[in-house]
């Protein structure tokens, strides 16, 4: 009983920490986002204007950075503890893990292998816990700055409840990793829609950095994300810990779903995209070993992948 009790008041204190560090993590990604933009004029000082007046605002242009600065941390943490997970000898049964040390989340006692990495999983946990603290940020910020539409806000608030699920009951850390992992295609498509517009000088660059975007779009939204809904599915009695409602055990399954069938809905458009670009970079190298100029640009045909985002 007594152990109880002490189990007990563990999740309360760690449910209240929990609540302090979302909320201090989403007020220090508002105030990220309002230093960029204030700044504007010093980062941006040697980059020319764009020919599409919204990509000049300094607005645009700050949500454009941070994003790429978030995704950069979450993916340098999630995708290295993938991999540890998937291919260093971590027990099937413990990628399931969960914790009832809801601040941290570290392994508790029935995962005995968890336990001799626990920074790998509170790593995960705090990738997770920032990952949801920077969507709610951005829907405020993109609602009252008007940097956004209705589907992107459902797309955010259907993030933020599936994150709130997972990171509120410390479990899934596989799973977890794997769609978090899915950031590390984000800073090749910002840095593409950032440059698309303002000069021939970036072309051959937005064209690169558009083709390891698709790369990694393959590798990591479809491949990856396929195969973690997949084994969530299947595994769902044990993946699922004895605490979590069903209602939200079904959420987080579907909510995984309807992720990837959104991933593989936009992924015909971002192949078609791929190879235009493809052709439109040789062509232009080709053109350029020449002498001649070509109106067929790289950076056009890859410039639809900003819907995959």
């Not at 009832?100 to 336990?115: H, I, N």
């Not at 799973?175 to 829609?193: C, D, H, K, R, Y």
């Not at 990694?216 to 299947?234: C, H, K, Q, W």
């Amino acid at each position: 009983m007594e152990r109880f009790l002490a189990e007990a008041a563990k999740t309360v204190d760690g449910a209240g920490m929990l609540s302090v560090q979302l909320a201090g993590m989403t007020v220090g990604w508002g105030a990220l986002f309002y230093l960029l933009s204030s700044t504007t004029r010093c980062w941006m000082r040697n980059v020319p204007p764009s020919t599409k007046e919204h990509e000049n605002d300094k607005y645009w242009c700050a949500r454009n950075l941070i994003g790429a600065i978030h995704a950069l941390l979450i993916a340098a943490i999630t995708v290295p503890a993938y991999f540890f997970m998937a291919f260093g000898g971590v027990p099937e049964n413990e990628r399931f893990a969960y914790s009832r040390d809801l601040e941290v989340c570290s392994p508790g006692a029935e995962f005995p292998r968890a336990q001799e990495n626990p920074l790998l999983f509170t790593a995960i946990a705090f990738a997770g816990l920032a990952f949801t603290a920077f969507t709610l940020a951005d829907v405020v910020i993109s609602v009252f700055h008007g940097l956004a539409g209705v589907d992107y806000i459902v797309h955010h608030v259907a993030f933020i409840t599936a994150g709130a699920i997972i990171r509120g009951n410390c479990m899934l850390p596989f799973n977890a990793a794997i769609l978090l992992g899915m950031e590390v295609s984000t800073p090749s498509l910002n840095f593409l829609l950032f440059f698309r517009h303002r000069g021939d000088a970036y072309e051959s660059a937005v064209a690169r950095n558009g083709i390891v975007f698709v790369l990694l779009y393959v590798m990591f939204r479809l491949g990856l994300n396929i195969y973690g809904f997949i084994i969530l599915v299947l595994n769902k009695e044990k993946a699922m810990p004895p605490s979590v409602p069903e209602w939200q055990a079904w959420f987080l399954i579907i909510a995984v779903g309807a992720g990837v069938a959104v991933q593989l809905f936009w992924f015909p458009g971002i192949a078609r995209t791929f190879g235009n670009g493809l052709r439109g970079l040789f062509k232009r190298s080709s053109d350029d070993s020449e002498g001649t100029d070509s109106s067929d640009s790289p950076a056009g045909h890859l410039a639809g992948a900003e819907a995959s985002d």
